[in-house]
């Protein structure tokens, strides 16, 4: 079988897969599972850029895709005029005390000679910054938060549309990788990957704990969309008009307050689907041009310098290539992408939950779509996040339906029976193993692997 034919035939296998969603249970089910698949793809493109270009282990996914979410917060949501009134000028107060201390900091780490009263002096600067900042940003902080708590209490953001959130969240992750591979990327790879699970499990600590800047665990919601309202759509006269000609065979044999009543029922059912549409449309794009760029990257000399010095960094370095260097470069790149996926993943939720952001869900579920998809394979990367993500979604219904089916001849109030009915949702752990198992054992490089 060659590749070309290997490759359409697994595409083909996961669109039939999803068109069997919409035929057995619901269409408006298949589009929102088409959707996270999207999503995760990007994210599984990401870490295969990271990882499948020059082996960085970055499992700190999770705090990247968590940056990207505060940006659909920061970026379309309205500020708050009286919290910004009664603490917005002692954050202020405070960043800028913290930004002298960091520039005194760094010049009398430059310019003093290396001995006890430069760490006297760096500690002094250090101790006074934080407890100047911590004078005025511990009231600010508390007066934000007081202001109608049940509602806002925060700051709010810039009103500005949501989709422009998903270019911040490519910045915020980039600026966070950027921090991250100044202070870790040249540790060995087992370091480097606790150091990146560290920080991302710090960055999710502070979005549920700093309400004055995202509500914490209280979460923000009613967030802005991109696309319209169902509701607007149901009253709008084109949307209408195009869903009677679309029912016109249902509808021509009805009159009267039914014929109207079916219009409208027809008219919800359709707003669904083409909000869900609307958004397949923005995510497939996002990701081809995403794809596009990845696959023009890892062809060219960049993609095999890249691809080098994965293969041996100690080669690599002995022909004067800057290995520590080119690890950022990627790392900010892979963690750019992420953020706008995560930024992606708010606006499809219209909410942002600090709480939701597990290691299992955005750190192990994308490197298992990663490694089945094909490490180093932009288009097995693709594969593996629709494939893992689809697994991962209908393993509870098709758990459940399996022990219904087990366990259809024993009696009603049999203990067994409802054992194996309430563990019916842990299926999806256990098929994920199962999976990752399997593809170790009989396709090591993944379903489809990169090429020699």
Known sequence: MTPALRNGLAIAAVGTALAAVGFGQSWPLALAVLNLCLISALMSLAVNIQWGYAGLFNIGIMGFAALGGLAGVLV???PVPAAWAAGGGGLFIAFLILMAAAGLALALARYMPRNR???????????????????????????????????????GGLGLPIILSW??????????????????????????AIATLGISEIVIAVLKNEDWLTRGVKNVSG????????????QDPWFVDLVAVLHSRSLEALTG??????????????????????????????????FWLSERALHSPWGRMMRAIRDNETAAGAIGKD???????????????????????????????????QPLRFTFLIWVMVVVGGSGNNLGAVLGGFLVWFVWI?????????????????????????HLLDAAPHMRPLVMGVILLLVMRFRPRGLIPAGR
């Open 323 to 357: 290995v520590t260097r080119r690890h950022r470069q990627v790392f900010i790149l892979g963690s750019a992408v992420v953020g706008v996926a995560g930024a992606m993943l708010t606006t499809l939720d219209g909410q942002f939950t600090p709480a939701g952001y």
């Open 167 to 192: 270019f911040a969240g490519g910045l915020f992750a980039a600026g966070a990788a950027w921090v991250i591979g100044r202070i870790a990327l040249g540790l060995r790879s087992d370091y480097f």
């Open 76 to 78: 379309s949501r309205p």
């Open 257 to 290: 307050a039914a014929h109207e009543d079916a219009l409208r029922e027809f008219a919800v059912q359709s707003s669904s689907l083409f909000v869900k549409l609307c958004y397949a449309g923005l995510f497939l794009a996002v990701l081809a041009v995403v």
């Open 394 to 418: 209908e393993a509870e219904p098709a758990g459940l339906w399996l022990m219904q089916a087990l366990t259809s001849g024993l009696p009603a109030g049999s203990a067994v029976r409802e």
């Open 223 to 234: 967030l802005d969309r991109p696309v319209p309202y169902e509701v607007d759509l149901q």
């Open 117 to 155: 009263s430069r760490t006297a002096a760096l500690a002094a600067v250090i101790l006074a910054g934080l407890f100047g900042a911590g004078a005025f940003f511990d009231p600010a902080v508390d007066a934000i938060e007081a202001v109608e708590p049940a509602k806002t209490g925060y700051l």
